[in-house]
């Protein structure tokens, strides 16, 4: 080896070996400051208790999402400085079951040239043994200089940064794209195929392909999905792409604050979707991820973002949905569950059957409140025009969340208008289109955690708000119904576990 090597690859590991100490010591100073930030947001009334969420600072996107040695791990958009969006990083937490979370060293920080600007989305896979993720590397201060970085580890917590990075160092010459990033991986017969998030120019949100032997050298193989700006925005972010059953479906974050979701064929290194819905249609949800783990699951996280303008000040921001496992209805449109694990949460139980609740008949449910729940009521609504249940209710109504189905419009609602008497909090009405088939009853799964709710009907529809009660005392549940009379076959209703 020529002595100007020898320099170049010592000085090449040396800056390896730099950057992992220093972030290895601001981890441990970080995780020593945590004990006692903890103490100071314990008694914070909006922080989540069984959602997963950092310590402290702002928190975004999924990221990396992955089961690997029978762990899984979850990284997560992080900024180990400050509760706002900046220094964009890889923040990381591992778990055997997937609802309780052990906190773990900053994963990627922006350390490079070709990352200094930003560590932002991406993907995890297993190679051969190896994890590696390929994430977008930012490395202008304008953020437009997008490109698709590697990194590798065997125990998940020491990460090398690939030494040829960026992977892929810009989108396609003669492509006219709007953004390059969020790349999502997978293998299939053997080879490496990566969606990256992009737009093209005066025609809407675009999902690129790329294939690779080695995760090293990629080759563009066109635009799997093009779609309509007029519909669904400009450019396409976070895309997820998978086969589920016989189809295969494509996720995507539009810059407009939704996520909408594609059910198709994909043939020829084309995506041909038969449909398109709103994923989440609750106002909170944004970025998803989803991977498959060991039981072939195909699991989803996603960013439930802050609605509070005021946020900032509490030290931290953002949170994640609970798990959720998505599957293909008769239909072929998505079902959503939580993940059975949420289950292990669940403690002390109420129950009440063979409930008729009407206009003004009092359906106050004087056992039970609280504000960190899980719920499950089966409803025939009947003849009453909304039926539903109402939430984190203080005792004179001034402030209270509305969960019902509206029969006329045929949607479910989540009433936010109330949610919250802090003017900071913006909590519009939210509602998504939904009907029940004849004879069939309204099941309604509702996980309340502070300032988070996520709503579950019939499994077809999942809708995921934020709601800040400013009162204390705002932990009523009430069933009610306008314009006529429903029946509450059962309502369960479970005390959930802090996680933290």
């Known amino acids: 080896m020529k002595k100007s090597a020898r320099k170049k690859n010592f000085w090449h590991w040396a800056g390896i070996a730099l950057a992992m100490a220093m972030g290895l010591a601001i981890a441990g100073q970080g995780l020593a400051q945590d004990r006692n930030h903890i103490k100071k947001t314990a008694a914070d009334p909006q922080r989540p208790a069984y959602h997963f969420l950092p310590v402290k600072n702002w928190m975004n996107d999924p990221n990396g999402l992955i089961q690997f040695n029978g762990d899984y791990h979850l990284f997560y958009q992080y900024n180990p400085n400050g509760a706002s969006w900046a220094n964009m990083s890889w923040g990381h937490a591992k778990s055997k079951d997937l609802v309780h979370w ?46 698709q970085c590697l990194a590798q580890s065997r125990d998940m917590v020491r990460w090398e940064k690939y030494s040829g990075n960026p992977v892929i160092a810009a ?10 990033r969020d790349p999502y991986v997978w293998n299939q017969d053997g080879r490496w195929n990566m969606v990256v998030g992009s737009g093209i120019r005066d025609r809407g949100g675009a999902i690129l392909l790329y294939r690779s032997k080695d995760l090293r050298v990629w080759e563009y193989a066109g635009p799997v999905a093009v779609g309509d700006i007029r519909k669904n925005g400009r450019m396409w972010e976070c895309p997820s792409f998978f086969q589920l059953g016989k189809k295969w479906v494509m996720i995507v974050s539009p810059m407009t604050g939704r996520t909408i979701y594609f059910v198709g064929d994909f043939k020829d290194d084309k995506f041909s979707p038969d449909f398109q819905e709103e994923l989440d249609l609750g106002g909170s949800l944004y970025a998803p991820q989803v991977f498959k783990d060991d039981q072939g699951r195909s699991v989803m996280f996603g960013w439930l973002k802050e609605n509070y303008w005021l946020a900032s000040r509490r030290g931290w921001q953002g949170v994640q949905t609970l798990p959720r496992v998505l599957t293909l209805g008769a239909d072929n449109r998505l079902n959503f569950e939580p993940a059975r694990e949420v289950e292990s949460l669940r403690g002390k139980k109420f129950r009440l059957e063979d409930i008729k609740a009407g206009p003004g008949s009092g359906g106050v449910i004087k056992e039970a409140k609280g504000d960190a729940l899980e719920i499950f009521a089966e409803i025939e609504v009947r003849e009453a025009a909304q039926a539903g249940i109402k939430v984190r209710a203080s005792p004179d109504d001034s402030e209270q969340t509305l969960i019902y189905y509206d029969r006329a419009g045929e949607r479910l609602v989540v009433d936010r208008s109330r949610s919250s008497r802090d003017p900071a909090a913006k909590t519009p009405m939210r509602s ?45 549940l009430e069933l009610f119904s306008t314009s006529g009379t429903m029946r509450v076959k059962s309502l369960d209703i479970w005390e959930m576990t802090p996680i933290w």
């Open 432 to 476: 998504a289109p939904f009907k029940l088939a004849e004879g069939e009853t309204l099941k309604l799964r509702i996980f309340l955690d502070r300032s988070v709710v996520e709503v579950f009907a019939n499994s077809r529809v999942v809708m995921s708000s934020r709601i800040y009660p400013a009162r204390a005392d705002s932990l009523g």
């Open 171 to 180: 989108p396609p010459r003669g492509l006219r794209t709007v953004g390059f």
């Open 102 to 147: 052990e906190r773990l060293p900053v994963a990627l920080l922006p350390d490079q040239p070709y990352d200094r600007y930003g560590v932002f989305s991406g993907t995890a896979v297993n190679d051969s043994g190896t994890a590696a993720v390929i994430y977008t590397c930012i490395s202008s201060p304008d953020f437009r200089k997008e490109g």
